[in-house]
């Protein structure tokens, strides 16, 4: 009879302990789960619009007074010709820049073909479509 109670001390004492431990990594991971959701970005946060995430790379307008066309995308190659303010154009393609995109930048493809140029995105302005290029050019000028 002595064995007996002593083995039921026993198992109230053990089952006290995982109910203890269960009911700590329940809270645990509850705080866990409502504490990721509470921190982050805002709802309400405009992101900038990314003209790649439309049908196409969008349409770009040159704002600087003349940029110089690269016969690739990188800084350090060779200039094809000037664009002057004001042209608009399909936007091709686009690339990083091999130094890196916080360094060197994005560029954009215009035409196709021998009359094909890479234009720094410092000398552009993207949009969604050629009617907004256009209504930005006309501002310029």
């Not at 307008?61 to 010709?81: C, F, G, N």
């Amino acid at each position: 009879m002595i064995s007996t109670i002593y083995i039921n001390h026993n198992q109230r004492r053990l089952c006290t302990k995982r109910g203890a431990f269960l009911l700590f990594m329940a809270v645990l991971l509850m705080i866990a789960t409502l504490s990721g959701c509470s921190k982050g970005y805002s709802r309400f946060m405009k992101l900038p619009a990314d003209p790649s995430v439309g049908s196409g790379l969008g349409w770009a307008a040159v704002t600087s007074a003349y940029a110089h066309a690269k016969k690739l995308p990188d800084a350090t190659s060779e200039d094809i010709s000037v664009v002057r303010r004001g042209t608009v154009f399909l936007c091709a393609e686009r690339k990083i820049d091999p130094a890196g995109q916080d360094i060197g930048g994005l560029w954009y493809k215009f035409g196709e073909g021998s009359a094909a140029g890479w234009i720094h995105s410092g000398d552009l302005s993207i949009f969604s479509s050629e009617a907004q290029a256009r209504e930005a050019v006309e501002l310029l000028q």
